[in-house]
């Protein structure tokens, strides 16, 4: 599955996007998030307010207790400041 | 193409003669530009990074919602990424119907949804940089929220 | 100059770089242009008259208004008269502010007041003359009335 | 006392302004209104629907119980419909 990360949230991991095989037990985008915050003390930096944090599934915003089935794209970023 | 997010500028007058192409129907167009303040010399530049794909689905999306809302005879929507300098263009909006309300209320629509659900960021590089420990990433507004919120539909 | 009445036809793109001109913490620039519609064909051409004198003061007037309730940077209202063909410019309003909410709101109100509360007169000239039994002048819109009321401020 | 007259107004009376003296017992818009009526059938026609016809004087709008004193200039026309 392939993750992207933006603006704060991707300078906080020091990476714009990767790609991760998820392991058992990771079916919801808050598992995601438990697991991502193992793997090391920068993604516990950027996860560390995780209601500061949206994520997108297949580029549609979804809260955080979407299932990950299926899915190919996920990404996370701050509340958006365009326009 | 209705969207655009590109890192050059833009025109317009050309986005407005293009949109009004071969229409004499039309009555009424508004055009809102979004430009890069100076905030009293405090910026020295912003930096707009989107989510490339979703960002483009995301304003059709919001497009399609105003086409459906009111009677358009074009919409076109420019969002700039990368370096903006102050005073420089970051976004335009073009509502173009026989009548104003309809074009004021589309452009103003398309605005607040831009501001709150396309996948846009803002980082803010400041003139002095000592003053710069911030992140620089400019936080989201509840006045662009509840902006937002005064469009729904009611039951 | 702020308030315009012309014969010619103007150009929003020149009108906004002037108004912004020497101004770096604009953050948002809306304009109204207002154009002839052809009415499918219908339409041969307008006629705008004015009251000389009189149609200044009240723009400026208007203006003024919208200057105390909103806190704009700058603002411009452009009026052509005399004969304008279908797909024409007929009158352009320019307003820009540091925020969003105050350039729609302010455009939008001076429109409103424009249609309402400034002497000018829209004749139509028909592309069948035999159907030109009418006098031809556009009567007042009721609906304009009733958007002009919505600005009232509560006591 | 200059009055001016603009788009159907003007047309039904035949003239865009002229110059007046204002009879004895003419002092508001309405007693002109009256007066103005009985120039002709011109100025019957263009003020059969008084309430159609708006009046400024001195380029103020104002209603027809107005006063003519010490006025310079008035003004006959339709609904306004610019914009």
Same sequence: chains 1, 4.
């Avoid at chain 2, 105003?66 to 009677?71: D, S």
Wanted: glycine fraction near 6%; charge should be negative; proline fraction near 3%.
């Amino acid at each position: 599955m392939k993750i992207y990360y933006f603006a704060w949230v991707r300078e906080r991991t020091g990476r714009s996007d990767e790609t991760v095989t998820l392991p058992e037990g990771v079916t919801t985008v808050a598992e995601l998030i438990d697991w991502l915050k193992t793997r090391g003390p920068e993604f516990e930096f950027a996860f560390e307010n995780e209601r500061f944090v949206r994520a997108a599934v297949d580029q549609q915003l979804v809260s955080h207790d979407t299932s990950l089935k299926d899915v190919n794209e996920v990404a996370f970023f701050p509340p958006m400041t365009g326009g | 193409m209705k969207v655009r997010i590109q890192t050059e500028d833009f025109d317009a007058n050309e986005e407005c003669a293009r949109l009004a192409d071969g229409k004499n129907n039309i009555g009424a167009i508004v055009t809102f530009t979004g430009l890069c303040r100076d905030e009293e010399g405090r910026l020295s530049a912003l930096e707009l990074e989107h989510y490339p794909g979703m960002a483009e689905a995301k304003i059709q999306e919001i497009v399609e919602q105003a086409e459906t809302r009111w009677p358009l005879q074009g919409v076109t929507v420019i969002h700039r990424v990368g370096r903006i300098n102050p005073g420089a263009n970051i976004v335009l909006v073009v509502t173009a119907s026989a009548h104003r309300r309809a074009a004021f209320e589309a452009a103003e629509f398309l605005m607040d949804f831009l501001k709150t659900s396309a996948p846009f960021w803002k980082k803010e590089h400041l003139a002095d940089t000592k003053a710069a420990t911030e992140t620089g990433w400019v936080s989201a507004q509840d006045a662009d929220d509840e902006a937002t919120k005064r469009w729904q539909l009611k039951e």
